[in-house]
């Protein structure tokens, strides 16, 4: 049987070791926090691992996760996150729709690898996303639904912004992310996309597609007013690292093929820097 002190520690060490900047994420976190940040951080670990890379009938695991998810909320527990986490939802009365969605997200990645508008990739994105922006509101004591309004612009975008920098990656692995309406109506097909073409219509098609992953970073930055401390200051630097991977994706004229866009470290510490200061970033017209 573990025990809370050793589900805590195999929390930990999962973050620590799959997340390179979770280090100096936690320097800004209330030090009462980081355990709970460490269990909802290493469920939602393990339950994409489940998804993308766990051997034998992915569906089965995430059906026997979610029936040890429920016994957090009515009994015991078996896995070790999950006998972190039950003592994160009791503190925090968290309720099991953030963390039944996830599963589900990962339901869908096994039934689905297309889709067929930008609404449905904002449904998987509902599923993907939206719930961990809800779980770090619970745990600061946030439970409105306007707040949560503005958490899932932010969630979204970012989920948006990983796929389109992620597009050969995915691809790799038999999922495309871009809406299939949207390839048709600029003209590339999915057979140019698997042969790593850039050309005027992949271009113009990722433009289209950043442009309104920016609108939505820009919605969601209507949260920073409604928090505060160390969670406003999270907040920030996700939109402002989030924005930089989209200017960087249209710096390189959008090829993701040759290289995936990525920030250097000079510039996280520079991103670093600027979520400590006051104020809002601006976004406009694919400036931050």
């Excluded at 926090?33 to 695991?61: S, T």
């Excluded at 698997?194 to 992949?202: A, L």
Aim: some cysteine; glycine content about 6%.
């Amino acid at each position: 049987m573990c025990t809370p002190a050793d589900a805590l520690v195999y929390c930990r060490q999962l973050a620590v070791s799959h997340y390179e900047n979770f280090t100096v994420a936690s320097w800004l976190l209330p030090s009462a926090l980081r355990q709970h940040v460490y269990a909802v951080y290493a469920f939602c670990r393990h339950v994409d691992d489940l998804g993308d890379e766990a051997p034998g009938d992915r569906l089965k695991l995430l059906d026997d996760w979610q029936a040890d998810l429920e016994r957090c909320y009515d009994s015991t527990p078996s896995h070790p996150i999950l006998v972190a986490l039950q003592e994160t939802i009791r503190c925090f009365a968290i309720p099991p729709q953030p963390f039944l969605k996830l599963i589900e997200a990962n339901r869908m990645d096994q039934r689905t690898s297309r889709h067929r508008t930008f609404e449905e990739l904002l449904h998987y994105c509902d599923h993907s996303a939206n719930p961990v922006g809800h779980l770090f509101l619970y745990l600061f004591g946030y439970r409105d639904s306007e707040r949560q309004g503005f958490a899932d612009a932010t969630c979204t975008a970012l989920q948006l912004t990983n796929f389109w920098q992620d597009i050969a990656v995915d691809l790799g692995k038999g999922r495309v992310y871009i809406p299939q309406e949207d390839m048709a109506r600029f003209g590339y097909s999915e057979e140019e996309l698997k042969g790593g073409i850039v050309n005027d219509s992949f271009r113009v098609l990722m433009a289209f597609e950043v442009d309104r992953t920016r609108e939505l970073f820009a919605k969601g930055l209507g949260l920073l007013d409604m928090v505060d401390g160390r969670l406003r200051v999270d907040v920030k630097l996700f939109s402002l690292g989030g924005l930089a991977v989209l200017k960087a994706l249209e710096r390189s004229g959008y090829d993701v093929f040759r290289r995936r866009p990525r920030l250097s470290r000079w510039q996280k510490a520079g991103l670093f820097v600027r979520g400590l200061l006051l104020g809002r970033p601006k976004v406009k017209a694919g400036r931050v």
